[in-house]
């Protein structure tokens, strides 16, 4: 019967094309996962193109964090009159916002031009009263990473912690909720998934990639 045999056939390669579209989706997927934003980021601000969020190179040590807004706490300890901890909506709503087009270069060679949206570290940690013995702001982070800049450095170029990026807020792949922006500063210094920031007195602290063997200023040549 030679119309069962070709009916089985028309089956069989159906099966397969089709089982063979799947694998190649899942792989595409896995290769270049397409990140969800919350609107469609801006690929060009004030006359300057801007990257994409799809444009970094995802290489955190632990892979993205998943961190729920609802009970986040960002925590300022240290050399502070008082230790304090905040809410993700104490930080978005009682500090003064500000947008800046800056470059993150990754000492792998990489680097993105983004539009970051976030507020001073200066105005975060201000309530906390910092001691003036603090020369150092000691960032650690969700999946255990931490870093470290000098106090003048945040101070003196009104270092932003970023909640958006081309105006969507910050996936988790990106860091949700926070960000450092460490302009003029080397990929590994802008901490993602931001969980306390210490004042400390500690000019040697050498955080994870700074403890094995990166510049502990980071600084771009
Ligand atoms: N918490 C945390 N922040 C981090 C990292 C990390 O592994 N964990 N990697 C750093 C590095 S090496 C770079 S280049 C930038 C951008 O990394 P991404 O492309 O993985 O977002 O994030 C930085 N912030
Ligand atoms: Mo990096």
Redesign the pocket.
Known sequence: MPDKKFFLGIVLLAVVVGSMTVIAVLRYNTIYPVIELDGVEIREYEGQDLSSVND???????GP?YVDSETYRLAITGLVDNELEYTYDDVISNNQHFKEVVT?H???GWRVTILWEGFLVEDIIEEAGVNPAATTMIFY???G?S?SVPLDYIIDNNILIAYKMNNATLPP???FPF?LVAESK?????????TEIELSDNEDYRG??ESRGYSNDADLP
């Open positions: 970094f190179r995802e290489n955190s040590i632990k964090q993150l990754c000492v792998e982070a969700y999946d990473y870093t792949e990106r860091g960000q080397f990929g590994y210094k802008w901490i993602k998934w931001i994870y990639w």
